[in-house]
């Protein structure tokens, strides 16, 4: 999740100069210019000699404020890119280079092509009818993804050990991580009852069959748009995706609703000929089961981030709005 609230510092000398040489293969880097959102990584649009535009992210350096699962986490989002590539449909884009070494910057570094459009969410106003129809090919996109299967469950780079075999062995190891950085920055996030709703619902956990391709974060901040007519354009930053659940892109597109999905995002998925469970018991708890993870990450990144502002208040009570609503349901 990002904020669009964050401003972009001045690219630095020595930034714009290793840049330059992580492109070097594409062209002679002419013109940088950090872009504003992210609360993870940082990202600059990279201009080239020959009219090139391309998009350079890297990550931010493990130094002992990562959560456990960001580790090496942006190297996901090349993955999830190049597995989309052969699908243009997916709207994502393409991986030109990746660097990491992590001699040129401190953290990794994906070079991708420019999307096209501007952030959904500074884009033009929609009327409640052109909404809707956004809202129902998202979630057609998000069918299209899910049919994208791994062959193991859990984050997607592959040396995480936060992977399994089963979603619930994998889902568990997910959340025991989360648990263990909540208790490392002293986050009270009601660890125990967050244990008894996993061991309450594996039976719903279980009925996850197919690790399906799930980009997490599929709010409007990371879907581009055309200016002028709202038309989805692209898809961006899948580096928190992971091999599981597809519910968990229903929360990751409106991560403080409370209520289930919109109606439209749920039509324009199940018009993509994908099912989902919504509506049954097992469904629901998954859905909660999906909303509480959310919840855990937005509540404990506050403290390793060291967010501050005159929004951060009002953030974490939304945050927390979702924690418990999701930790009652559940039971």
Same mark, same amino acid.
């Given at each position: 999740m990002n904020d669009p609230r964050l401003s972009a510092a001045p690219v630095l000398d020595d930034v714009r100069a290793a840049l330059a040489r992580i492109v070097a293969p594409l062209g002679d880097l002419t013109g940088v210019e950090p872009l504003t959102g992210g609360m993870f990584a940082t990202t600059y649009r990279v201009d080239l000699a020959d009219g090139t535009r391309v998009v350079a992210k890297t990550a931010p350096p493990d130094d002992g404020q990562l959560l456990t699962h960001e580790r090496d986490l942006i190297r996901s989002e090349a993955i999830v890119y190049r597995l989309a590539e052969p699908h243009p449909d997916l709207l994502m884009p393409r991986v030109l280079l990746t660097d990491f070494s992590r001699t040129e910057l401190p953290g990794d570094v994906v070079v991708a092509s420019h999307a096209r459009g501007v952030p959904a969410d500074q884009g033009p106003e929609l009327t409640a009818a052109t909404r809707a129809t956004r809202r129902r090919r998202l979630g057609a996109l998000m069918g299209?993804? =899910? /049919?994208? =299967?791994?062959?193991?469950?859990?984050?997607?780079?592959?040396? /995480?050990?936060?992977?399994?075999? /089963?979603?619930?062995?994998?889902?568990?190891?997910?959340?025991?991580?989360?648990?263990?950085?909540?208790?490392? !920055?002293?986050?009270?996030?009601a660890a125990d009852r967050v244990r008894a709703a996993l061991a309450t619902h594996a039976d719903a956990l279980a009925t996850v069959e197919h690790p399906s391709l799930v980009h997490a974060d599929l709010w409007p901040g990371n879907l581009f748009v055309d200016p002028d007519s709202g038309e +989805?354009?692209?898809?961006?930053? @899948?580096?928190?995706?992971? !091999? *599981?659940?597809?519910?968990?892109?229903?929360? *990751?597109?409106?991560?403080?609703?409370? *209520?289930?999905? @919109?109606?439209? +995002?749920?039509?324009?998925?199940?018009?993509? *000929?994908?099912?989902?469970?919504?509506? /049954?018991?097992?469904?629901?708890?998954?859905?909660?089961?999906?909303?509480?993870?959310?919840?855990?990450?937005?509540?404990?990144e506050v403290v390793p981030r060291g967010y501050h502002g005159d929004w951060l208040e009002p953030h974490l009570a939304s945050v927390r709005a979702l924690h418990a609503s999701a930790l009652d349901r559940l039971g």
């Open positions: 299209r993804l =899910h /049919t994208l =299967h791994g062959d193991r469950f859990g984050y997607i780079e592959p040396g /995480t050990p936060l992977r399994g075999a /089963t979603w619930p062995e994998a889902f568990g190891r997910m959340v025991e991580a989360l648990l263990a950085d909540a208790r490392r !920055w002293e986050v009270d996030v +989805l354009t692209a898809v961006i930053d @899948p580096e928190r995706g992971f !091999w *599981g659940d597809p519910l968990f892109d229903l929360v *990751g597109a409106d991560p403080f609703r409370l *209520g289930p999905p @919109p109606a439209d +995002l749920v039509a324009g998925y199940r018009a993509s *000929g994908a099912d989902l469970p919504l509506g /049954t018991a097992d469904g629901d708890a998954r859905y909660a089961l999906c909303q509480l993870m959310m919840g855990l990450v937005m509540l404990i």
